[in-house]
């Protein structure tokens, strides 16, 4: 299957949340970020836009404090590259995979997608009405 996802913008976004000053080596598997990256890079690689189990290794454990309003930034590049499956929306979807590795970021956890961006853009009102906001004007301002 062909990638449709601006993959190249999604590793840049994300690169603009990364803490590598910080950091002496990227450990791509105890890091949100560098799982980002490393997931994005295995989408080229694999030239599909699905990672088998790729939700089940997202680093939960990653306490570093990233700049927020970069995440909101990836999130809004992101979200306008969901393609909104609804029904048919599949967890294990790069955008999936990577905007949970964000959410855990910015709200702790990641949220259940139902495959359409204004539901999501919903329920995350209904979570924190301030983040929301924001992601929504990123989301908006960085429309295709």
């Known amino acids: 299957m062909k990638v449709g996802v601006h993959v190249d913008g999604l590793i840049a976004e994300i690169g603009n949340c990364c803490l590598s000053d910080l950091c002496s080596e990227c450990k791509q598997e105890q890091c949100l970020i560098g799982y980002c ?59 999936n995979i990577v905007r949970s590795s964000l959410e855990v970021i910015l709200f702790g956890e990641f949220y259940e997608y139902k495959g359409s961006t204004l539901m ?22 960085k429309k295709n």
């Open 120 to 141: 999501y853009l919903n329920d995350i009102k209904s979570r924190n009405s301030e983040l929301a906001g924001s992601i929504f004007a990123s989301f908006s301002a």
């Open 37 to 95: 990256k490393k997931s994005l890079t295995a989408t080229l690689k694999q030239n599909s836009e699905f990672i088998d189990g790729g939700m089940t290794c997202i680093p939960l454990n990653d306490t570093k404090i990233y700049e927020n309003d970069a995440v909101v930034g990836a999130i809004g590049f992101l979200l306008n590259q969901c393609r909104n499956c609804n029904v048919y929306h599949d967890d294990e979807c790069i955008i």
